[in-house]
């Protein structure tokens, strides 16, 4: 609507001889991000939608048929709507710097450009580049974009004195060069574009790539890419420009009320959530987190470099003490390797490589510790060793009630560590997950002693490295893990039962998770289950108990992708090969029994996570069902397109679910009860999200596209 009015009021001043050209720029700092995604969150009628759609195609439409030049000068982030406005006008000029971004990440929603980018973007850029960038949601840097020849003109935006406006005054000296030229003519194809859109050999060569690469990066589980791409091959064979921008507005409402898009949208507002501190009020207020200016990192090893890389790509300083200069060199090597390998990938100009570089210090000295205001412990999961640490650092000044101990242990109590310092307040847990620049989520485990401002600190430090952190109370496992013990327990217990991995690892990728227990076992490293296992065991209860079994591998070095062997065989790249058959046989660990039932395989292993996740809730360890999605998404991968666990089962239905966990404590006992939580929940038919709209989810692969050849 308000584009709506702008292009009115241009065209009632055009038409009067009050101006000869239009720009449209922004009094914010970024250009336009595109529409309120709760608009089409909240909505389920397909006619309401496509009205929304005719209205803003209506206004660009305008736009384009303007008797004078328009320019979009684009002085920040164009995103999504924001680009198709853009996108609309004859002549784009951008903002030079690179911290700026240009995309259509609607992909990313569950959605697609709704707003003609399907249809305009493949004739500026052609019909290859156009598909990277419409099918994975991709940012495009204004220097990219000037290349491929979506902006013609870049100017520098960044000002040298106050008031300069040099952005402003640089788009004034280019619009007049615009002034005289006409209505800008669509662009003409090159020749391969021409035979990749146009011609029925190219058009089949295209979509052949396409599909193969879409179902390789999704499994089939996101419809999006598919109709986004049936959207762009639509538009370079329809000669009618109205009937391209129809069928892109049918398609996208009717992505806009599929689960999946729900599924995502849900996402993305639970992201938004976890940035705002004022969101954690149970936890703690926004003002009681400290800047973290510099943090020690405890420990050189995988983790230690790794976080102290992280914090250093992140702009921040780092000092890593570990007790030995071969381990501190080790560390050091790992950071610059990483460094080094982001300068290959031109991912870092020479002068950030250094400035990166610099950031990180380490050494077996103690003192450099104590201007940092958090440090972290990344050392062996053993307990004593993490308070002898503790209280060094104390009895050597480094930690006082000003700083914070925020230790990464990925099990062990924060609250008997806690105990064992002189400022038990200050100290909390904060667990990465491993690899570190890969895993986007941090725990953020409060003590019973942990006072409001480590909470705080340690949240908003994590904000501060672009991870999504989680608050949750210290108990066994935390969230995450504690989840995935009762889920690996499970798939131990199939082992014994006669089960394939292999199998069951095909049955769970399916479903839409990232790798199957089996494979995640080896991830993990199978020594690290053995150990864990024991310990929720001991303090859960036997629903966690692991396969004896284990052991064995254990005994023979085959821990899993770190050993090369483990379930799976690794090549000397880190990816699986084959199923060890031959060697899991003889330690009697792979038995694969014709009676063994895999129709209850998705059943056992999921529902056993919604049971444990609902326990955790009731027992306060996680406080809402968003921490819960947000920590098995981020720090499992759990399928996104079915919007996290307790979504995936409000979708399932909480009688249902209740109806299938009775059933499978009929079938393979006790572990399988519904908690009370669960129980009560079905008998007032009531959901994790009630205010979420729910979609049904169908099982079942995303509809390949149809692609028309002539």
């Not at 992280?310 to 060199?329: G, P």
């Not at 239905?653 to 079905?682: I, Q, W, Y």
Request: charge should be positive.
């Amino acid at each position: 609507e308000y584009m709506g009015k702008v292009t009115e009021f241009i065209t009632t001043h055009a038409n009067a001889g009050h101006c000869k050209i239009a720009v449209i720029t922004s009094a914010k700092r970024k250009f336009c991000v595109g529409a309120d995604v709760n608009e089409f969150y909240h909505s389920t009628d397909k006619t309401e939608l496509a009205e929304r759609l005719r209205v803003g195609k209506a206004a660009l439409k305008k736009m384009t048929e303007l008797p004078i030049p328009t320019v979009a000068a684009i002085n920040g982030d164009a995103l999504g709507g924001g680009l198709e406005i853009a996108l609309a006008c004859d002549y784009r000029i951008a903002a030079a710097s690179e911290k700026h971004n240009l995309a259509l990440p609607e992909v990313m929603l569950g959605l697609l450009p709704g707003l003609g980018g399907t249809v305009r973007l493949p004739k500026l850029i052609g019909v290859q580049n156009a598909l990277t960038y419409i099918l994975q949601g991709k940012n495009m840097k204004p220097s990219k974009a000037k290349k491929l020849g979506l902006v013609d003109v870049l100017v520098e935006d960044v000002d040298r004195y106050e008031g300069e406006n040099r952005f402003l005054k640089g788009v004034r000296d280019q619009v007049g060069k615009f002034m005289d030229k006409k209505k800008r003519k669509a662009k003409k194809p090159s020749w391969q574009d021409w035979f990749l859109g146009s011609t029925p050999i190219g058009r089949y060569i295209v979509q052949d790539q396409t599909i193969k690469s879409v179902m390789k990066a999704t499994q089939g589980n996101y419809p999006a890419p598919f109709r986004a791409f049936e959207c762009v091959m639509n538009s370079l064979i329809e000669k009618n420009e109205d009937k391209a921008l129809a069928f892109e507005s049918e398609q996208f409402v009717g992505l806009c009320v599929s689960p999946q898009a729900k599924s995502l949208m849900s996402l993305y507002f639970l992201t938004e959530r976890c940035k705002k501190l004022d969101t954690q009020v149970a936890h703690f207020q926004a003002t009681d987190a400290v800047k973290v200016k510099k943090v020690g990192v405890l420990g050189a090893g995988v983790m230690g470099s790794g976080v102290a890389q992280w914090a250093a790509r992140k702009k921040v300083d780092c000092f890593m003490r570990d007790i030995n200069d071969e381990a501190v060199a080790k560390g050091l090597a790992f950071v610059k390797g990483e460094f080094d390998a982001m300068k290959k990938k031109k991912k870092l100009t020479p002068l950030e490589h250094q400035q990166m570089l610099k950031r990180v210090e380490a050494s077996t000295d103690i003192a450099p510790l104590k201007d940092c205001q958090v440090v972290i412990e990344a050392a062996v999961e053993v307990m004593e060793i993490k308070k002898k640490m503790l209280k060094e650092l104390e009895a050597q000044g480094v930690l006082t009630k000003d700083s914070c101990f925020a230790t990464n242990t990925s099990a062990l109590s924060i609250t008997d560590l806690a105990a064992s310092a002189k400022h038990p307040e200050t100290v909390v847990g904060m667990h990465f997950f491993n690899p570190v620049a890969k895993m986007p989520l941090v725990e953020v485990v409060k003590a019973e002693q942990t006072s409001k401002k480590a909470s705080a600190t340690v949240y908003k430090f994590a904000l501060d490295l672009g991870k999504f952190p989680v608050v949750v109370k210290d108990g066994p496992g935390f969230l995450v893990n504690r989840i995935l013990g009762v889920y690996m327990a499970e798939a131990g217990r199939m082992l014994e039962e006669g089960c394939d991995p292999a199998k069951v690892d095909k049955l769970i990728l399916g479903f839409g998770m990232p790798m199957g227990p089996f494979r995640l076992l080896d991830e993990v490293g199978i020594d690290v289950a053995a150990h864990v296992g024991p310990t929720l065991q001991s303090a859960l209860g036997d629903r966690f108990a692991s396969n004896p079994k284990l052991a064995s591998l254990v005994e023979r070095n085959c821990l899993g992708k770190k050993t090369s062997k483990g379930f799976y065989v690794y090549n000397e790249k880190g990816r699986e090969t084959h199923i060890d058959e031959q060697n899991l046989k003889s330690m009697g660990i792979l038995d694969p029994k014709d009676s063994f039932d895999y129709t209850t395989v998705i059943a056992r292993c999921v529902l056993c996570m919604v049971n444990e996740a609902a326990m955790i809730l009731d027992e306060g360890i996680a406080l809402a069902p968003e921490d819960v999605d947000l920590g098995m998404v981020f720090g499992t991968g759990f399928a996104p397109f079915r919007g996290g666990l307790l979504s995936h089962a409000d979708n399932l239905g909480s009688a249902a679910v209740v109806e299938s966990l009775n059933s499978l404590v009929a079938t393979h006992g006790d572990r399988f009860k519904p908690c009370k939580k669960l129980t009560d929940m079905a008998a007032k038919n009531e959901r994790f999200f009630p205010n979420r709209p729910l979609v049904p989810f169908v099982e079942g692969k995303a509809m390949l596209p149809k692609i028309r050849f002539y």
